[in-house]
């Protein structure tokens, strides 16, 4: 059975719960984690319909963008979403802030449903520096060792991945009473040939990354030291910074969002020169249209924007395109569906039909 808990666990290494904003209230807001999660559905908000496609289905865990709760309740009337989750045994997790500056999140799911490259970031909303594991491990076992950290993420900065530092020397150790040591016996000093191994961490990636040096190690009781490295920092990023495989004019450009996110009608004010290096931002980032000039963007992709921004970017000559909230977050849910579906291949994971944008089009 897979839990609702499993299913948190696995999302706090997508998107940690850690990088969300203060005032945001993401993560497990109804139900347990010791509840069951078999069939899970996804969609951008908990909705009536959303929460009756999950019940027919007989989905007992919904996972949304938008908090299902976010300003303090008052009280918990019987037509509520909160009300018909708790009758229904329906838990409900939202990632919302995380989701939205994780790597592979909500933009760089825009990003790339834009075709953007060479992406870089946008607003950073947080700062952490970098960790760096070292660990002895026997010298025949230290590929498997550096591999397996490797694999979840040590060693990975920038265009490169795998990197690790390797030395070899003498370990020294006694086994005392009580120990199962895989070399040596119990009593006898020991000296072992082994290899010291380094590797930078991502601070995201540190528990990962720990828990897959010790299943990959021999030894019971492994040797590591973890550091903080101020040499390398990993940034949270509120929206991303791309390029454009071709520069595009202003309404050529609005026509593509509006072809790639599939949206009804969207609002755009044109810019003075042709659209190439395009700032991104899901949900509501029009506030942030002279960062985007500072960024050297020709354009901003966003939604929910304000009459004064619209003057602001054509005062800015910054090419603004409004293609609505809904639109550039919904693209996240397909790639953060597969993702689940290959850490749960037991698990039925299921895009609400009715998870929608509410607007419509004339």
């Not at 990088?19 to 347990?32: K, P, T, V």
């Not at 590797?199 to 990962?208: N, Q």
Request: charged residues 20%.
């Amino acid at each position: 059975m897979i839990t609702v808990g499993d299913i948190y666990a696995k999302l706090n290494q997508f998107a940690p719960f850690g990088l969300a904003m203060e005032w945001d209230n993401s993560g497990l807001l109804i139900g347990s984690a010791d509840l069951p999660a078999d069939g899970v559905t996804l969609a951008l908000d908990a909705t009536p319909a959303v929460i009756k496609e999950a019940e027919k289905r007989g989905d007992k865990l919904i996972i949304t963008h938008h908090p299902i709760i976010f300003e303090p309740l008052k009280a918990v009337q019987a037509d509520s979403v909160v009300y018909r989750c708790i009758q229904n045994g329906i838990s409900v997790i939202s990632a919302h802030t995380n989701l939205d500056v994780a790597r592979c999140g909500v933009n760089d799911a825009l990003a790339a449903a834009l075709g953007l490259k060479e992406c870089r970031e946008f607003e950073v909303t947080q700062k952490e520096y970098y960790r760096k594991i070292v660990v002895f491990v026997p010298w025949q076992d230290a590929a498997k060792v550096k591999t397996a950290m490797a694999a979840a993420g040590a060693g990975a900065l920038g265009n490169y991945s795998g990197c690790a530092f390797s030395m070899d020397g003498l370990g020294e150790f006694l086994p005392e009473e009580g120990s199962s040591p895989v070399i040596g016996k119990v009593g006898v000093p020991e000296r072992v040939k082994e290899t010291r191994i380094e590797m930078i961490v991502p601070p995201d990636r540190v528990s990962a990354v720990v828990k897959a040096m010790k299943e990959a190690h021999p030894y019971e009781m492994p040797a590591y030291d973890l550091f903080q490295d101020e040499a390398a920092e990993a940034a949270a990023s509120l929206g991303r910074v791309g390029v454009l495989p071709q520069p595009m004019q202003p309404q050529e450009f609005a026509a593509m969002v509006k072809e790639s996110l599939r949206v009804g009608g969207l609002k755009y004010v044109p810019g003075n020169r042709p659209v190439r290096t395009v700032a991104i931002c899901g949900g509501s980032g029009a506030d942030l249209i002279s960062l985007a000039k500072a960024k050297g963007a020709d354009a901003l992709v966003t939604g929910d924007t304000k009459h004064h921004l619209l003057l602001l970017a054509e005062e800015c000559g910054v090419t603004l395109v409004d293609s609505g909230h809904f639109a550039t977050e919904a693209v996240v849910l397909s790639p953060l569906k597969v993702w689940l579906e290959a850490q749960f291949p037991q698990g039925r994971f299921t895009i609400a039909e009715s998870s929608r944008d509410p607007a419509y089009y004339l």
